[in-house]
């Protein structure tokens, strides 16, 4: 039985097939249509997702949308109602989406459907699944566990914005919710506005910036913005916000509880904005805590699968998984709305048609994650010689082993191997690769590379078999999902003039012996690599080892600010002579950038707009 799940018209379209359980293919649109977070019917997702299967849509047995959009209409009405007169014209605007085409959704599906396969009864084969319960089905049925606590944490979706759950078997069962308008996502989202940073994506900056402040707004934030009570459940004064009646998320009563205007885009970053990244990280990992904890005691049951947005929070999943009240924690590697259109498709074989779990010795059921298109050597190169490249072809240690130099003569590679990542982390297959140790790194590939803020940090690529040796963790984290410190023994102390510098100025302090992947909290977000998942990046890794001692390499998705992570060889190509990546490897065939033609060179940093 084949299941294509969709979830699009919001934001990060994505399509994913599940057949009898198992998941095949999985994409988000933005890969193939370069427009980030592509929030439009996810046509081309569809067409790779189908043909990875070697099927047409007739060929599918049932289609499922990640949430239910009269649900979501009900809730935008009622908000209104609620707050009215304010935020008409909020309201007017939204309505005109609405009754443009969002109101019609289920309509839309069947029609474009109809088009697609012609003789199939789309009516009874469309299937809509709650968003919420999407989530945890994305998360749960994939993990390794047979019964798990599912926590979920997002914006909103129809109404739920926090949501509890049990998964057992083939089973998942709700426990309790709390809705709209109260939201952990939106209120850190509000934050993410308020210090500059564009929503639904911002967010990780909020995150990056964190450590760089002091969490001195914390009982100001307890106090007048959210209630918590002991478990975790919580309460937003509304006072604070603007999402119910107007088009910004943080109200005018931010500046005034915070004496400090927004921050326009613009603006440089000062003390206060990271004071304010430190205090609402700090409140989140109190509310995310507090939740966990009061879960495992109410249920028992030892493991833990995150999803939703705030899964994304990778420094309070490693807070959840050091507190010990779960003894494992599995978080869906696309926790935000792209994976609901797999969490959809599992939400109807599994509860919809009472499929059972499919067996399986892998680690988990996301294949790495690695569920997007590949491309044959013979094809790499020879769309990349029709894109003008210079290159040369070798087997495969030779490949190895001229990328592991070139890393440690630190040079920045980029790196496109195998299937593309599903989800927002490269992961070792559309990534831009670095020598860790290099004091320099980071804010190279920063400003040279990435063309993005130089406060941001890199996750460290860490053979599995040496990760309890370079950081303070001992587990599987091939997601880039968990936050731990480096080691003590591979730390640098600080001296006392450096302890006295201020916000950005710690930014070149070097911490450790792998100063490119160790933010200033001496944090590291930590992706392990697994032989039996990614044998040729593993390879690679071992490689880097043996010329340099460091099983370990600086990480980050291939891309420029703005754009979305690279699809084919020819993004890749355009990506390199766009940025200051020094070598491409593309399957078995190298390029260095001194051998390209001159002609060739695109000023990349006016291609995309800034995220």
Known sequence: MRILGLSAFYHDSAAALVEDGKVIAAAQEERFTRKKYDNAYPQNAIAYCLNEANIGLSGVDFVAFYDKPLLKFQRLLETYLAFAPQGFASFRQAMTSWLGDKLFQKRQLIERCKVAAPGFDWKTRLLFSEHHLSHAASAFFPSPFTTAVILTMDGVGEWATTSA???DGNRITILKEIHFPHSLGLLYSAFTDFIGFRVNSGEYKVMGLAPYGEPRFVQRILDHVIDVKADGSFRLNQEYFGYCTGLSTAGERFAELFEVPARAPEMPLEGVHMDL??????????????LTRSLAAETGVRNLCLAGGVALNCVANGKVLRDGKFDRVWVQPAAGDAGGSLGAALAAYHLELGQPRPSSNQPDGMSGSYLGP???????????????????THDDDEIIDRTARALAAEQAVGWFQGRMEFGPRALGARSILADPRSPTMQRTLNLKVKYRESFRPFAPAVLREDVADWFEFDGDSPYMLFVADVVGRRQRAMSAAERRLFGIDKLNVVRSDI????????????QTVHRDTNPRFHALISRFKALTGCPVLVNTSFNVRGEPIVCTPEDAFRCFMGSEIDVLVVGNCFLCKKEQSPALRIDYRGRFDPD
């Open 165 to 167: 759950a049990l998964g």
């Open 374 to 392: 590949a491309f044959d050597d013979d094809e790499i190169a020879r769309r990349l010689a029709a894109a003008g490249a210079v290159l040369t």
């Open 277 to 290: 990244a430190a205090s609402i990280q700090a409140v989140t990992e109190q509310v995310v805590l507090r």
């Open 515 to 526: 100063p490119a992947v160790t933010h200033i909290d001496y944090s590291a977000r930590i």
